[in-house]
């Protein structure tokens, strides 16, 4: 593995040495952490750590990605959340496979306190009070242990102006045969919520501006982006549904509080293939909207609301020529709603599942 650096990283590395695709595992709203003091708490943990053997033996994917949600915070009590945030990634850890993660809701969540707790029939759980502070872990505790505690992560804090936002970065992911050109740059943010509002702000949308424009000037490199909670285009995207890949469509979309522009760069922004959220359990659809997609991952975690089966989704990146595939890897094993996500139709026909899947993808090119 390349070595890392503050502003880009190589995140080439090769399970597979002999492929031309790069595969990318995302686990969203895993939730560990929920009902501690419970039996039910601990073996939901148990489940989702089940959930992510599978999907990792099963693909062998080079890189993961932890879309938010990681941890419920408003359910822990002890002083250090970062414990159950180590367990979530150990599935990843343990296989020598490299990670990144953003931030959701829950992850800094306060504590709330149950109110069966103060009932006649459940009363407060025995606790050890000496371990417990009920305050909730700090972002960019939670970030600043994952980083310094493990080699394999590629999570950044981000800007300091940015704050109270933390992980906002940016990733290079590199060529197998040209270290110095890029194959696609993953952007990720934090979409707030928990400590402060849900939304991206103004300031993130400029800093993606000022480093789109730093690291990818001409816009020839592909981007794709990630965050945890969905901007309020996904609503009038759900609206319709047309064209759109998925197996479950059973709630309504739960957006940011509010729109500050970010949306509007990225539709502008001719490179941008794709944006990937998870926080609604009860979806798992792709749709297509103007140039790009709007894509929510897969509920992976038994943590957190829904009975629905769990998964993850999966991205495969091809190098030469450049497509982006994605598909669902299920619990049991099996796979579906496989698709092309990243070849533009031809001139003057809409952005579809149909024209996706038959088209042929553009020629290749590298950043200059």
Same mark, same amino acid.
């Given at each position: 593995?390349a070595?890392?650096?503050?502003d880009?990283?190589t995140?080439?590395t090769?399970?597979?040495?002999?492929a031309?695709? @790069?595969k990318?595992a995302?686990f969203?709203?895993?939730h560990?952490g929920e009902?501690s003091w419970t039996?039910w708490?601990?073996?939901?943990?148990s489940n989702?750590?089940r959930?992510?053997?599978?999907?990792l033996?099963k693909e062998?994917?080079?890189?993961? =990605?932890y879309?938010g949600?990681v941890? +419920?915070?408003?359910? =822990?009590? $002890?002083?250090?959340?970062?414990?159950?945030?180590?367990?979530?990634v150990?599935?990843?850890r343990?296989?020598? $496979?490299?990670?990144?993660?953003?931030?959701?809701? #829950?992850?800094?969540a306060?504590?709330?306190?149950p109110?069966?707790? @103060?009932s006649?029939?459940?009363?407060i759980?025995? *606790?050890?009070y000496? &371990?417990? /502070?009920?305050r909730g872990?700090?972002?960019?505790?939670?970030m600043?242990?994952? =980083?310094k505690?493990?080699?394999?992560?590629? /999570?950044?804090?981000?800007?300091?102006?940015?704050w109270p936002?933390?992980s906002?970065?940016? *990733?290079?992911l590199s060529?197998s045969?040209?270290?110095e050109?890029?194959v696609?740059?993953?952007?990720f943010?934090?979409s707030?919520?928990? !400590?402060?509002?849900?939304?991206?702000s103004? !300031?993130?949308?400029?800093?993606?501006?000022?480093?789109s424009?730093e690291?990818?000037?001409?816009s020839?490199?592909p981007?794709i982006i990630?965050?945890h909670?969905?901007?309020? +285009? @996904?609503?009038?995207?759900?609206?319709?549904k047309?064209?759109?890949i998925? /197996?479950i469509?059973l709630e309504d979309?739960?957006?940011?509080?509010?729109?500050m522009?970010?949306?509007?760069?990225v &539709?502008?922004?001719p490179?941008?293939?794709?944006?990937f959220?998870? #926080?609604? #359990?009860? %979806?798992d659809?792709?749709c297509p909207y103007?140039?790009l997609? %709007?894509?929510f991952?897969r #509920?992976?975690g038994y943590?957190g609301?829904?009975?629905? !089966?769990r998964?993850a989704? $999966?991205l495969?990146?091809?190098?030469?020529?450049f497509?982006?595939?994605?598909w669902?890897?299920m619990?049991?094993g099996?796979?579906?709603? !496989?698709?092309?996500?990243?070849v533009?139709?031809?001139?003057g026909?809409?952005?579809?599942?149909?024209?996706i899947s038959?088209?042929a993808?553009p020629a290749?090119?590298?950043?200059?």
């Amino acid at each position: 593995m390349a070595a890392r650096s503050d502003d880009l990283c190589t995140t080439r590395t090769r399970r597979r040495p002999e492929a031309n695709n @790069f595969k990318i595992a995302l686990f969203a709203d895993l939730h560990f952490g929920e009902e501690s003091w419970t039996e039910w708490g601990p073996r939901q943990d148990s489940n989702s750590l089940r959930v992510m053997s599978i999907v990792l033996d099963k693909e062998e994917p080079d890189f993961v =990605i932890y879309l938010g949600d990681v941890i +419920t915070a408003n359910n =822990i009590m $002890i002083k250090n959340a970062s414990l159950y945030w180590d367990a979530a990634v150990s599935p990843t850890r343990d296989r020598g $496979i490299p990670w990144s993660t953003v931030f959701g809701n #829950h992850d800094d969540a306060p504590f709330e306190w149950p109110l069966e707790w @103060f009932s006649q029939i459940t009363g407060i759980p025995q *606790l050890r009070y000496e &371990e417990c /502070s009920f305050r909730g872990t700090t972002r960019l505790d939670l970030m600043n242990n994952e =980083i310094k505690q493990n080699t394999l992560s590629y /999570s950044k804090i981000g800007p300091k102006t940015l704050w109270p936002s933390v992980s906002n970065y940016v *990733l290079k992911l590199s060529s197998s045969t040209d270290s110095e050109a890029a194959v696609v740059f993953f952007y990720f943010f934090d979409s707030g919520g928990g !400590s402060y509002p849900q939304v991206i702000s103004n !300031s993130q949308v400029k800093w993606f501006q000022q480093k789109s424009k730093e690291v990818n000037p001409d816009s020839r490199v592909p981007e794709i982006i990630f965050w945890h909670i969905p901007s309020k +285009t @996904f609503k009038k995207v759900d609206k319709g549904k047309k064209n759109c890949i998925g /197996s479950i469509f059973l709630e309504d979309v739960a957006a940011q509080e509010a729109e500050m522009g970010m949306m509007r760069v990225v &539709e502008e922004r001719p490179s941008v293939k794709a944006v990937f959220v998870g #926080h609604n #359990h009860g %979806l798992d659809w792709c749709c297509p909207y103007k140039k790009l997609w %709007l894509c929510f991952a897969r #509920h992976t975690g038994y943590g957190g609301y829904g009975n629905w !089966s769990r998964g993850a989704r $999966i991205l495969e990146i091809n190098e030469k020529p450049f497509s982006l595939k994605t598909w669902i890897r299920m619990e049991d094993g099996h796979l579906h709603t !496989s698709t092309l996500v990243a070849v533009p139709p031809a001139e003057g026909q809409p952005l579809s599942a149909t024209t996706i899947s038959t088209l042929a993808p553009p020629a290749f090119s590298n950043a200059a």
